[in-house]
T-cell receptor, first 113, second 112 residues
């Protein structure tokens, strides 16, 4: 049974049109992460939540925001997607920080028209 | 900054053994993880090392030398389904938080 669920698997949006990607987890993990992965590149951490504490990476564009309304759900909002934002977006969770394996969802592949 | 190097691509034959190397330069190092990622799918956790030495998990083993900034993933009795990318990821501490930074991955192709 899937424990980290991302919806939708594929998302198409128009240049500049806001889009929201969602992630839910049944693991009751404290930490949730959002990564961006472009073709043949490493997953790149955008931000993470430790419980309700939000932590943004220094090089994450202002265009990207996140919400975590409760333990189970986390959202990635892209306010004005550009062509360069087309990528796979991966949500991951871990029980705590650091030396805890991260569990990934299947990802949402975002295309920009 | 953090820097991780892995070979881009490797090929091997079914039933053989393959070693995928990873070197890193990082500050605040805490440990090293290996993930497997099939094309178009999410990474799945394979193993991690905190201390120097070898960790064995069935057909997969991972080795770490902290002094040399070096790790490898060893895959034995290769199967066709092992064709995937293998991502080396370093866990490090930054501004009070522990994070993972991933290498670009080694694409392994297993042939019959």
């Amino acid at each position: 049974d899937a424990m980290v669920i991302q919806n939708p698997r594929y998302q198409v949006t128009q240049f500049g049109k806001p889009v929201t990607l969602s992630c839910s987890q049944t693991l009751n993990h404290n930490v949730m992460y959002w990564y961006q992965q472009k073709s043949s590149q490493a997953p790149k951490l955008l931000f993470h939540y430790y419980d309700k504490d939000f932590n943004n990476e220094a090089d994450t564009p202002d265009n990207f925001q996140s919400r975590r309304p409760n333990t189970s759900f986390c959202f990635l909002d892209i306010r004005s997607p550009g062509l360069g934002d087309a990528a796979m977006y991966l949500c991951a969770t871990s029980r705590g920080q650091g030396l805890e394996p991260q569990h990934f969802g299947d990802g949402t592949r975002l295309s920009i028209l | 900054g953090q820097n991780i190097d892995q070979p881009t691509e490797m090929t091997a034959t079914e039933g053989a053994i393959v070693q995928i190397n990873c070197t890193y330069q990082t500050s605040g190092f805490n440990g090293l993880f290996w993930y497997q990622q099939h094309a178009g799918e999410a990474p799945t956790f394979l193993s991690y090392n905190v201390l120097d030495g070898l960790e064995e998990k069935g057909r997969f083993s991972s080795f770490l030398s902290r002094s040399k900034g070096y790790s490898y993933l060893l895959l034995k009795e290769l199967q066709m389904k092992d064709s995937a990318s293998y991502l080396c990821a370093v866990c490090y501490r930054n501004t009070g938080f522990q994070k993972l930074v991933f290498g670009t991955g080694t694409r392994l192709l297993v042939s019959p």
